[in-house]
């Protein structure tokens, strides 16, 4: 599905990733993992859109997407979400998810008089794919809640509540994981499960926590001072001399 091809990223003298070469498959759940300063950011930031690289090239389904602004990148179906939510804090879990698809009549003030029943006949349409994201996710009982007011867990689920309402084939979930109690914390792992196997979607996953990535991923890349240490299954990453001495010494790179 996704293949990165030697790509690099140096900012000044600075080379945050290096001639990193890897491959998501679809349908795949990809953990992504490095100490920290290891280049994952970047990376995640280069195949999102969000920075352009310094050489090398991104492919996805056969396109060549190197370089691509973000927009561009969603509506191919790349979504990134990131370790601190970015939910809009004084609209319900319901606007939150309803405001996500783009191009939506209502959005041009004339169409509200010039044509009402195309706005209302989205809005409707936007409002059930809102609703069957919530009750799929277990946060129905949220719908009516400012965003701002949720945990940090529930604000994760959130953040999965967006990409399905969107046409992602491709999700990079920057730290799920991070502040989320142990009971969301299950919660959300079941639920990226799902998102994989009951709506085709294909995952990449920077995370910290080893007990998640072994639990969802496979294969899982090892980042190393900006480039792939290794790739291969959680138990062939845990009996790598090479990665345990990477997370001991520590990478100097900008993450």
């Not at 970047?42 to 999102?48: G, Q, S």
């Not at 004084?90 to 169409?111: C, D, R, S, W």
């Not at 989320?180 to 499960?193: C, D, F, G, S």
Request: proline share 4%; charged share 25%.
């Amino acid at each position: 599905m996704l293949s990165v091809e030697k790509l690099s990223k140096s900012f000044g003298g600075l080379q945050a990733v290096r001639d990193c070469s890897f491959k998501i498959e679809e349908g795949s759940i990809t953990g992504l993992i490095g100490p920290n300063g290891a280049g994952k950011t970047t990376l995640f930031n280069m195949i999102a859109g969000e920075m352009e690289p310094t050489a090398g090239r991104i492919i996805f389904q056969g396109q060549n997407i190197t370089g691509l602004p973000t927009h561009k990148m969603f509506h191919l179906g790349i979504v990134r979400t990131f370790q601190i939510p970015h939910e809009f804090a004084k609209m319900t879990v319901l606007e939150n998810l309803m405001v996500v698809p783009a191009a939506q009549p209502g959005e041009h003030i004339f169409n509200n008089w010039l044509k009402p029943g195309a706005v209302k006949t989205r809005e409707d349409q936007v409002r059930h794919m809102a609703e069957d994201a919530l009750e799929f996710l277990s946060i129905s009982h949220l719908r009516d809640e400012r965003a701002g007011n949720l945990s940090g867990g529930q604000k994760k689920l959130l953040e999965l509540g967006r990409t399905m309402m969107t046409d992602a084939k491709l999700v990079l979930l920057d730290e799920p994981g991070a502040g989320v109690n142990p009971t969301l914390l299950l919660k959300i792992r079941e639920m990226i499960t799902r998102l994989r196997e009951e709506r085709g979607y294909t995952f990449c996953i920077i995370e910290h926590d080893m007990e998640l990535i072994a639990a969802l991923c496979d294969p899982v890349i090892v980042l190393a001072e900006g480039t792939v240490l290794m790739q291969g299954t959680m138990e062939q990453v845990r009996s790598n001399p090479d990665v345990l001495d990477a997370y001991l010494g520590g990478g100097e790179e900008a993450a």
